[in-house]
């Protein structure tokens, strides 16, 4: 069975939302999430869900980026995907969250700022119960797709492949980096750890 995940797809992380954390083109990736969704059984939602006063935020973006000595989140990033804000809404394109099979919010606490959708928490030990479900499911792979390449999409697909012991396929015509830089390096991770790292859904054969 094949399970396809839209991964934080929100308006936080696209141009749409400046003062957040934009990725260029973040709000571009409706029409590719969608049609890799159509090869899947199951379709699933993650989603950033940060209160204002957690531990990781800054107030403006040149004091982002540095190293925090916290232990479950470790960098500073500018307050983003706040529930009830226009941040935390999917951006245009997408189907009605009620639409999805499967939803997951994280970072909900104020000291938890994990990346991956499987864990909410950097040592990997508190389950989402994403892996959990999708066993419950009898899925065997997934098909990732969404925001950002170098962080969020990164550790949920290691997470899957690495935790979940899935056949994981990593979607780049459906995702959008922060930084070029670490998206490669990223998909360098991906790759050595047995992840299919493809450029358009045309490579997917499962
Ligand atoms: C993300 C940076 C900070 C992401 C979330 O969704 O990739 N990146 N918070």
């Known amino acids: 069975m094949i399970a396809s995940i839209d991964v934080d797809p929100q308006k936080t992380f696209t141009p749409i939302c400046p003062g957040e954390l934009p990725v260029g083109g973040g709000d571009q990736i409706a ?32 004091k982002m980026l540095a190293p925090l000595e916290h232990a479950n989140a470790d960098l500073t990033w500018v307050s983003h995907a706040v529930p009830g804000t226009e941040g935390f809404e999917t951006i245009p394109g997408l189907p009605e969250v009620t ?24 040592q990997e030990k508190l389950s989402t119960g994403l892996i959990e479900w999708l066993k419950a499911k009898e899925v065997t792979t997934v098909l990732v797709g969404g925001l950002a390449t170098d962080y969020c999409v990164k550790t949920t697909a290691m997470q899957l492949k ?10 780049l015509e459906a995702c959008r980096g922060i930084a070029e830089e670490t998206t490669e390096t990223g998909c360098a ?18």
């Not at 590719?32 to 403006?60: M, Y």
């Not at 690495?162 to 979607?171: A, E, I, K, S, Y």
């Not at 991770?189 to 299919?196: P, Q, T, V």
């Open 31 to 62: 029409p590719a999430l969608n049609e890799q969704a159509r090869k899947a059984r199951f379709r699933v939602l993650t989603k950033d869900a940060h209160p204002v006063n957690a531990v990781w935020v800054v107030g403006s973006h040149d």
């Open 99 to 122: 639409e999805y099979d499967h939803v997951i919010w994280k970072g909900v606490e104020p000291d938890l700022h994990p990346y991956g959708a499987c864990f909410h928490d950097i």
């Open 162 to 171: 690495l935790h979940g012991g899935f056949d994981v396929w990593v979607n």
């Open 189 to 206: 991770e991906m790759r050595d750890a047995g992840i299919h790292v493809i450029e358009a859904l045309d490579e997917f054969s499962a």
